[in-house]
T-cell receptor, first 110, second 111 residues
């Protein structure tokens, strides 16, 4: 089956940029997603990118996709304390099912 | 907010007891999913449904069953709970654009 990998932890200073990385294995993935999970809450769809795109920008969020290397990243500009959360990368296969990475816990320090 | 609620939100139960978790949606979506979330594993699909009485297994379905007798409700049952089923359970719906939206989760502890 599919396998999505992420680093588990990231610590960033408030105001700096955060970059969360993800690698996936299913070359037929059509969409790749980033979800955010705040403590005690469900997953919130943050953004996504279609597989024929290289980049997508949405306010403070930038998604970069390197399809050749099967590498996805999420950049958060001007990171704020409210950005502290777990971020999950997910790929969507042909059957529309999602495969998730283990999640990256982002801690924003003052 | 995709109109998804889960109940109960927290449950503690003993090994060997049956447990049923409920997912309720208000927007008439056809597809519904049950995931479990465990540290180091992200979310893993347990079962999903593509309509009333239409369900299929996910990657970690052993020890779980589901039922969907109405569009709005998707039930997950642990017939005989084990400690390995201690987890946080999330329900999700798939909307018409194929995006999945999640409920708030149920934290289940099996002692």
């Amino acid at each position: 089956g599919e396998d999505v990998e992420q680093s588990l932890f990231l610590s960033v200073r408030e105001g700096d940029s955060s970059v969360i990385n993800c690698t996936y294995t299913d070359s037929s993935s059509t969409y790749l997603y980033w979800y955010k999970q705040e403590p005690g809450a469900g997953l919130q769809l943050l953004t996504y990118i279609f597989s024929n795109m290289d980049m997508k920008q949405d306010q403070r969020l930038t998604v970069l996709l390197n399809k050749k290397d099967k590498h996805l990243s999420l950049r958060i500009a001007d990171t704020q304390t409210g950005d502290s959360a777990i971020y999950f990368c997910a790929e969507r296969g042909d059957d529309y099912k999602l495969s998730f990475g283990a999640g990256t816990t982002v801690t924003v320090r003052a | 907010d995709a109109g998804i609620t889960q109940s109960p939100r927290h449950k503690v139960t003993e090994t060997g007891t049956p447990v049923t978790l409920r997912c309720h949606q208000t927007e008439n979506h056809r597809y519904m999913y049950w995931y479990r979330q465990d540290p180091g594993h992200g979310l893993r699909l347990i079962h999903y449904s593509y309509g009333v009485k239409d369900t299929d297994k996910g990657e970690v379905s052993d020890g779980y069953s589901v039922s969907r007798s109405k569009t709005e409700d998707f039930l997950l049952t642990l017939e005989s709970a084990t400690s390995s089923q201690t987890s946080v359970y999330f329900c999700a719906i798939r909307d018409s654009t194929y995006e999945q939206y999640f409920g708030p989760g149920t934290r289940l502890t099996v002692t």
